[in-house]
């Protein structure tokens, strides 16, 4: 599991990091792209694209999705056009919920007899 500074990551956050960044780096090499040639594409260091084809979770995760989404790699759907469809649906639904959630506090209700 990635650690960083006292934060630890699940198990399954530093696999899916390590995939996202495995799939970037075969992406890349499927369309020819040196690092250097990615990484300024992306607008980042060289460095920084090591980082996220090594799957480490400090990198921004826009940037992280730029990259893949510049070398191919699909991100929640095969038909990125299909995204906005989703995003409207989801917020119909947050539209539902409420817009905060508090907890019902403990403290000044006795009811000890």
């Not at 500074?5 to 799939?23: C, D, F, P, Q």
């Not at 694209?49 to 095969?78: C, H, S």
């Not at 990125?80 to 409420?98: C, E, F, H, Q, V």
């Amino acid at each position: 599991m990635p650690r960083i500074k006292n934060r630890t990551y699940s198990r399954h956050t530093g696999e899916a990091l390590t995939l996202l960044g495995k799939l970037i780096r075969l992406g890349r090499d499927a369309r020819g792209l040196t690092a250097e040639e990615l990484a300024e594409r992306t607008g980042i260091s060289r460095g920084t694209l090591r980082r996220i084809e090594n799957g480490d979770p400090k990198v921004e995760v826009g940037i992280m999705f730029e990259a893949a989404t510049l070398v191919g790699v699909n991100l929640f759907d095969a038909d990125n056009g299909r995204l906005s469809s989703k995003i409207a649906r989801t917020d119909d639904k947050l539209a539902l919920m409420p817009r905060a959630i508090h907890k019902p506090s403990r403290r000044g209700v006795k009811d000890e007899f």
